[in-house]
């Protein structure tokens, strides 16, 4: 099972693996390219390839309360399903009166013909250690040559609570992108951790973008 990490980094950027200028990825939609595709060139040994992975960070102001909420919206294609771990991990704090939380979470699997999405009642929360919990889930009809999508939306009411980002991680990533929208008066610092530069890194300001 894959776990993913929350820990206190935060940064305005975009990255990407390859320029894909013009190409939109929309969740259900695979490409006809991608159902074909039998292995990645450049790593013909993974048993999987992240073909699109996107995050959105920001502020939003719900219930009198300010929350940082991540989009996250990833695609994996699936060469060898014996290896290929299938079953996803999100944490997510549980407070005292009030804790983080995770909604719109969908999964899907897609083979040749077939569409196959997850069930809500096959996703499945558990306590972790201390505050933490997991939800978790698997994929359904997983088989060599599938694609998967999930995403999900996760609110959190800590501030410190800025997550990392692995451009790379244990299956290669054709594309990474991450988004993150920080009020002004907010201060974090950023650290780029390996040896290889963003291919994207920029921010920008914007006035009178927040509400409370």
């Known amino acids: ?9 935060a940064f305005l950027l975009s990255f990407s693996g390859f320029t894909q200028s013009g190409i939109t990825h929309g969740f259900g939609k695979p490409f006809p390219s991608e159902m074909k595709m039998e292995k990645y060139d450049k790593d013909p040994t993974a ?11 920001y502020f939003e102001a719900i219930e009198d309360r300010i929350w940082i909420v991540k989009e996250y919206y990833a695609k994996i ?10 079953t996803i991990g999100i944490p997510f704090r549980v407070g005292n009166s009030i804790g983080e939380r995770i909604n719109s979470l969908e999964a899907i699997t897609h083979n040749e013909g077939t569409i196959d999405s997850l069930s ?4 499945f929360s558990s306590h972790f250690q201390g505050r933490w919990h997991i ?3 698997a994929f359904p009809n997983l088989k060599d040559g599938s694609i998967v999508e ?8 800590y501030h410190f609570a800025f997550e990392d980002w692995e451009f790379q991680s244990e299956y290669p990533k054709v594309y990474s992108e991450l988004h993150a929208k920080i009020n002004a008066n907010y201060i974090y610092r950023k650290t780029l951790i390996g040896n290889l530069k963003l291919d994207v890194e920029s921010s ?9």
Do not use: H
Request: aromatic content about 20%; charged content about 25%; overall charge positive.
């Open 1 to 9: 099972m894959r776990i993913f990490s929350s820990l206190s980094i």
């Open 47 to 57: 048993d999987a390839v992240y073909l699109y992975e996107k995050g959105d960070v």
């Open 77 to 86: 294609k699936v060469f060898n399903s014996l290896k290929f771990d299938g």
């Open 120 to 123: 809500i009642e096959n996703v």
């Open 135 to 137: 939800k978790t889930f």
């Open 150 to 157: 999930y995403r999900y939306k996760l609110a959190s009411p």
């Open 204 to 212: 920008t300001w914007q006035k009178k973008c927040f509400f409370c």
